[in-house]
């Protein structure tokens, strides 16, 4: 904007369109809907809600409230949630083969969820981390790497499997290179022409994830270093490059996680690209505005509001959060 739309002071005087909430509300650049959020839900095996310590609020959900949930979700106008298996132990193994049971725990939520609440989208993950021992997002090589092409070829057949349950949305989460194309001339053969691709282009290597992590169960006694596949958070061109590559290979949509300590990357990025560009507030994000919240430091609500409000502002086009309920309900 060039600045000769500003006149001086005292003709100009920004404080005018400030004074009033009606002047504030007519001349708002950004406004937050129910519609911009999407709910992750924990899913497991069972009858119990298992509340997720490091996480308030927040339960890993036995299918039957995962559909109440979803339910309450629709309701509140939120258009998708985000579901995350929480695997048992006995059905994981170093390759991950569970996630490429067509039965498996996250087909079996997608499909009754689509059932129940058909207006509802249904995202899943792709990635290996909840079904292999270890908590890599793939298969290990000898040397202790994951195998990126090996990798590749079992997430086109979770991807198959999920979208044969019904998934709307299918998230590879992995950061393997050219695990968009394989996916998307999968969908194309099977004839998933429909299935839409967001991929994780801007997925960082975090120490925000920690929470999730317990949550799936994917946690180790020692913490799983990913930096080998995930972004180096030093690093916003390799971003670029990420979502360039992503949208060549035929990607609907990108996301950028973490949210908040990366909105300098979804500003880029949303620039740079006529993709709907989404973001993922995550576990740690949440962990931390709910613990400030309770210790009285801050209004937990009003930095939740304002956070996702600036996370849109940035350039989210919507944003994944545990807060979705409660966010809309204050909307
Ligand atoms: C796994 C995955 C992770 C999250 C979403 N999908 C964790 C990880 O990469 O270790 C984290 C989400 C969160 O922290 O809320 N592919």
């Known amino acids: 904007m060039s600045l000769s739309f500003t006149g001086d002071f005292p003709a ?17 650049e950004t406004r937050l809907h129910a519609s911009d959020l999407i709910l992750p839900l924990f899913v497991q095996e069972g009858e119990n809600c298992t509340p997720v310590p490091t996480l308030p609020g927040v339960s890993r959900l036995p299918l039957k409230a995962a559909v109440e949930t979803a339910q309450k979700a629709h309701d509140a106008g939120i258009p998708a949630v985000a579901l995350f298996p929480v695997v048992p132990p006995d059905r994981k193994t170093p390759h991950g083969e569970e996630a490429l049971n067509a039965d498996n725990l996250i087909c079996r939520a997608i499909s009754t969820i689509k059932l129940r609440v058909p207006g509802l989208g249904v995202i899943a993950d792709v990635a290996l981390d909840p079904y292999t021992t270890h908590g890599h997002d793939g298969i290990l090589s000898e040397a202790g790497h994951v195998d990126n092409d090996a990798t590749v070829e079992l997430l086109c057949r979770q991807a198959l499997v999920q979208a044969r349950a019904g998934c709307d949305v299918i998230a590879p989460s992995d950061m393997m290179d050219g695990r968009i194309r394989a996916i998307r001339a999968a969908l194309e053969e099977a004839g998933f022409h429909h299935t839409l691709l967001l991929a994780y282009a801007a997925k960082y290597a975090s120490g925000f994830y920690g929470p999730f992590r317990d949550a799936v169960g994917s946690a180790q006694s020692r913490p799983v270093d990913k930096r080998g596949y995930q972004l180096d958070a030093a690093n916003s061109n390799e971003a670029l490059r990420e979502a360039a590559l992503d949208v060549a290979e035929g990607a609907d949509m990108l996301m950028v996680k973490p949210a908040l300590p990366y909105l300098d990357i979804l500003h880029r990025l949303s620039a740079a690209f006529p993709l709907p560009v989404l973001a993922y507030q995550v576990s740690g994000e949440y962990a931390m505005l709910h613990a400030a919240g309770a210790t009285g430091a801050l209004d937990g609500k009003e930095a939740l509001l304002e956070s ?17 309920l409660e966010a809309a309900a204050a909307l």
């Open 12 to 28: 100009t005087r920004l404080r005018r369109t400030r004074l009033e909430p009606w002047s504030r509300a007519l001349v708002a």
């Open 308 to 324: 996702l409000l600036c996370i849109k502002r940035a350039g989210a086009r919507a944003i994944f959060t545990y807060a979705a």
